[in-house]
């Protein structure tokens, strides 16, 4: 991050925090209306014997929301009625799941039309009304119309006319001392001292990655021996925390140096490995499974060992480190082999 940043991070914190302050006095100099009174619709029209139900939760909705409509219709049982065809738009509003069901109650049939209807257009819309048609007993036409009402659609965003804000301004001078320019300033070192810092422990990382990974084996495994030694575990009778990192020292040397995957067996799936191992020979294998088990005890079983114990741990674990890499080194390469 550049200089030009810490220059003007002042200003920035002040400009922020003076366009909400502005922000707030515009939304106190601009009352929202409030909403319409909302009311349920419920309305019956009826005409020769058949009656029509119309219904619907709210008279007042949101832009976009799905209002649940519901025609109900009971008609002496075989009347043919004709329903008017519902389409996926009428008027403002989009149609939406339209479902007929039709059902005997008692001498008559009720019929039950519902759907859901949407509309983007604020303000208050009509929802045009439905017409039933079917001829009577001496087959003049007869029609019954049903709905027709009056939705309030409310905008989030308010009802305000465009007219009403007023033009751009040119720039306008904005008073900044709610915020103490050495707050900001400090503020800008610190936070210029965290990222400082966040970059050379990320540098330090990678080098000390980059380190370890160049480091041999044996040179691995005796450094981090030499840094549990240190830590003395052992006369802080941590022994649990000891011998998990003990072990995991010489499951991380045996993965670097016999390529096992140490860390993700289990002692015996590990162990079982290193046998199918040609480069592992018999004494060692001997003395891996003697450790391994030793330190399972510690960590599994809660066993107390004694503190010369877990000093020999130490030492044998020494050893074998030595020991493998000696006996890596002493083997033929492959063309002495031949020769």
Known sequence: MNRGFFKFLPR????????????????????VAPPPAARAIDEEASLDGVRAR???????VQVGDAIPFRLSVYAPEGL????????????????????????????????????????FDAGSQQLPA???AWKDASGDPRTLEVGGCTLDIVSIAGDAEPAAFKDIKGPIAMDL????????????????????MLVVWLIRKRRAAALERAMTPDAWALRELDFLERD?????????????????????????????????????????AA?????????????LTDFLRAADMVKFAALRPADEDCRRGLFA?????RDTTAAVAERPLPQEVRA
């Open 12 to 31: 920035i914190v002040g400009a922020t925090i003076a366009t909400a302050m502005l922000s707030l006095h515009c939304a106190a100099q601009s009352p």
């Open 232 to 272: 003395d575990l052992v006369g802080k009778s941590d022994y649990h925390t000891y011998w998990v990192r003990l072990s995991g020292i010489i499951r991380q040397y045996v993965e670097r140096r016999f390529d096992i995957a140490a860390p993700e067996k289990t002692t015996q799936e590990f162990l079982a």
């Open 130 to 132: 439905f017409s039933l």
């Open 177 to 196: 001392g709610g915020v103490p320019m050495w707050l900001s300033a400090v503020a800008a070192c610190v936070i210029g001292l965290l990222l400082v």
């Open 317 to 321: 674990a020494r050893d074998f480190v």
């Open 54 to 60: 119309w219904t619907l939760p709210s008279s007042v």
């Open 80 to 119: 043919a009625l004709e329903f008017p065809e519902i389409g996926s738009t009428s008027g403002a509003f989009d149609i939406r799941g339209l479902e007929r069901q039709s059902r005997a109650s008692g001498s008559n049939r009720e019929w039950t039309l519902s759907f859901t209807a949407s509309t």
């Open 275 to 287: 046998r199918e191992h040609s480069e592992v020979g018999a004494e060692h294998r001997h003395v």
